[in-house]
């Protein structure tokens, strides 16, 4: 039996079961006319209705309480109506190949959770959501849309969303007289001047920067893949120049290489082995309670090249909410979907941010939550909002190796920019049309 946590008032919603009398009035007796006897055949008793249940799969999260808290909400929406039983899978380990494989053959949950892929377009995973989340359509960010969004259908909805910003230690750039850095020939020279004998400027992972092999290419105005068209998108000349510039800070001895716990872990920035790091958003809140306010976040700074689009850049990531289309229940696995994260606020904010922290995707439950009404937390999200983006949904592993091969290349090997990106190109390109064929 799975522990519980106690109920909460998340959801401000009570079920009122009211019983129905009837008021006959008062009135003396008339003398009955005597009727011809009729035999009466005796009704079967009626039986119970059944509830239907709905396998709703989760992968492992590592927060504390949110496996319990999966299990309460499933419980809640039970008790609540006659129809449906919820019943909870709870997946460690290899969860996208257990789901990949039920959903192949066909015995896959009626709800799971996952990033828009093309398969779930093709092979009939995912049933279109366009009816239940349509009515709200404003409140979510368009970059959150675009993830759930292909042929013109939305085919999931947004559970959660992770994002990246550069955390500055604030009294470090105060000493040293630096202004926050509002463009990246900026946060080079920040990372110089703040580099010292006991600490490096910047930190952006072990690997010495593989994070901004997308940051870089977004900063430029690069996304990948044109989704109007369906066509890639890469510019080379821009995103070669992009990455030039990623070469330089990587061989200029300004970061941190060989830290104790790598960029998702906010141990480097926190114990001044660094003035800056890129992390995400769900360090904010150790970060915090570590250094208290010494600290401030924006996006990646804009790159600025020749034929390029300069801006803030930054990853949405996070899981999405399906319905398979091969449920024998799918309008009632569509009203839990729109129950859980149509309906109620309460609950995506508890989901958000009572064990990890995340941003809220509807926009209405991020202002009705106290910790993104100000500061840091604030900033992060209206910047997700504004820069969060991905290469999307027909954007494949193989696309990905393709693209993460020329970077180091380019980056770490010192071969030659355009070269290195215009074999990605060629190799994105084929995987690209074999999807669409």
């Known amino acids: 039996m799975v522990r519980m946590f106690a109920r909460r008032e998340f959801l401000k919603l009570s079920v009122l079961v009211a019983g129905t009398g009837v008021l006959v009035s008062c009135a003396p007796k008339a003398t009955p006319t005597p009727q011809p006897k009729v035999e009466k055949a005796t009704a079967a008793p009626k039986a119970p209705t059944e509830k239907i249940t709905l396998q709703h799969w989760y992968h492992e999260y590592g927060e504390a309480g949110c496996q319990e808290a999966v299990y309460r909400i499933a419980e809640e929406y039970t008790n609540m109506q006659d129809e449906v039983k919820v019943e909870v899978t709870w997946t460690p380990g290899a ?41 709200v359509k404003d409140d979510f960010a368009e970059s959150v849309l675009a993830q759930s969004t292909l042929e013109g259908h939305l085919w999931s909805i947004r559970m959660l969303i992770d994002t990246g910003v550069v955390y500055y ?3 470090m750039l105060d000493e040293a007289g630096i202004s926050e850095p509002q463009t990246f020939s900026e946060l080079f020279e920040a990372a110089k001047k703040l580099t010292t004998e006991r600490r490096k400027g910047l930190f952006v992972g072990n690997d010495g920067g593989g994070i901004m092999q997308n940051q870089m290419a977004g900063a430029v105005g690069v996304r990948f893949v044109d989704y109007d068209a369906m066509v890639l998108d890469f510019n080379p000349p821009v995103l070669a120049a992009a990455w030039e510039k990623a070469r330089e800070l990587h061989h200029a001895g300004y970061l941190l290489i060989g830290s104790p716990t790598d960029w998702w872990d906010p141990g480097a920035f926190t114990q001044g082995l660094c003035a800056m790091c890129w992390g995400g958003l769900w360090m904010m809140p150790e970060v915090e309670r570590r250094i208290g306010d010494d600290f401030f976040v924006n996006a990646w700074p804009p790159v600025h090249v020749e034929g390029g689009t300069p801006q803030y850049s930054t990853f949405l990531g996070g899981w999405q909410q399906f319905v398979n289309a091969q449920s024998e229940h799918v309008s009632e696995a569509k009203e839990l979907v729109k129950w859980m994260w149509i309906d109620n606020t309460d609950w995506q904010n508890e989901w958000n941010t009572a064990y990890g922290f995340h941003v809220p995707p509807r926009k209405t439950a991020k202002e009705a939550n106290e910790k993104y009404r ?45 070269t290195e990106i215009q074999t990605a190109y060629d190799k994105c390109k084929q995987e690209l049309e074999g999807q669409l064929k």
């Open 169 to 171: 230690r604030k009294s």
């Open 374 to 418: 100000e500061g840091n937390p604030k900033i992060a999200a209206e910047a997700m909002e504004k820069y969060g983006w991905d290469q999307g949904p027909m954007w494949n592993s193989a696309m990905g190796t393709a693209l993460g091969d020329a970077y180091w290349h380019v980056v770490r090997d010192k071969e030659d920019a355009a």
């Open 95 to 135: 969860y996208a190949d257990k789901l990949n494989t039920a959903l192949a053959a066909g015995t896959g949950p009626d709800v799971y959770e996952h990033q828009l892929r093309y398969d779930h377009v093709r092979n009939k995973w995912a049933v279109e959501l366009d009816d239940i989340i349509n009515p």
